[in-house]
């Protein structure tokens, strides 16, 4: 009873693995696109135009790359699994 005890703690320190990737790989991308954009606006003395360009483009490239890398996290599960 023990082991199966610890196969789903290690189970679920996985699943909690992947949803801490996910958050900070969507979250760097936007807080770089945040401040990419700062430097723009400062560069061309405009106001926030760049920092809600940047902030979309982040924040889309965040999701894709959280998604991309969740659908390796699994496919490399799956294999473990076989």
């Known amino acids: ?7 789903n703690i290690g189970k679920e320190i996985v699943k ?12 760097g991308n936007i807080i770089v ?3 990419l ?3 723009f606006d400062w560069l061309f003395k405009t106001e926030k135009l ?6 979309f483009f982040g924040a889309i490239s965040g999701i894709y790359n959280g998604v991309k890398q969740l659908l390796k996290e699994v496919e490399r599960i799956e294999k473990r699994r076989k």
Do not use: P
Not at 1 to 7: C, E, F, I, V
Not at 50 to 55: E, N, P, R, T
């Open 37 to 39: 954009g700062r430097i």
């Open 50 to 55: 760049f920092v809600i360009i940047f902030l």
């Open 33 to 35: 696109g945040y401040f």
């Open 1 to 7: 009873m023990k082991k199966n005890n610890k196969d």
């Open 16 to 27: 909690l693995n992947l949803v801490l990737v996910f958050g900070t790989t969507v979250l």
